[in-house]
């Protein structure tokens, strides 16, 4: 049966953490928005793996609300985006890592995926697709939108 383990062991594989003491709990790390990115042109998908092609996207810019801000804002309508974090898994790793969205995210309204990242699997960009309501939803920059665990088989 899977544990999930204490999260020391989780920020051992980490770099790019924005704030450790905000983002660091008993067993998750909290993962900050670093960019979001809207899908503009289709993906393809076929049984093979051979003519896969990811959906193209383009980085969108956050704009302060007042020039004096240090932080900007990604202020989103209804669709669907994807999100990539500041933080990033560094070096090999043995364990299994799950993915989720942060609680505030379905709490605002929105859908996420998670994703379980298994050992041999490369997570190079870090990121967590997702689909904003008809309300819209804006996020800040370094705003906490998933939270990263390690899985032990033991």
């Known amino acids: 049966m899977p544990i999930v383990l204490q999260s020391d062991t989780l920020m051992e594989h980490l770099t790019g953490i924005v704030h ?11 993962l900050t928005a670093a960019a979001v990115l809207k899908p503009v042109g289709a993906g393809e998908l076929d049984f ?14 956050p704009q302060k609300r007042d020039a004096s801000d240090d932080y900007g804002w990604w202020e989103l309508s209804e669709g669907g985006y994807r999100v990539r974090f500041n933080e990033q898994v560094e070096g090999p790793r043995e364990l299994f890592m799950l993915l989720t969205p942060h609680r505030h995210l379905s709490q605002a309204g929105v859908v996420a995926d998670s994703l379980l990242i298994a050992p041999e699997e490369d997570p190079e960009a870090l990121a967590l697709n997702f689909q904003v309501p008809a309300a819209g939803l804006n996020i800040k920059e370094n705003a906490r939108m998933a939270s990263l665990y390690m899985l032990s088989g033991q």
């Open 20 to 30: 450790a003491g905000t983002q660091q709990h008993t067993h998750r790390v909290d």
């Open 48 to 61: 093979g793996g051979g003519e896969f092609k990811p959906a193209h996207t383009e980085r969108m810019e």
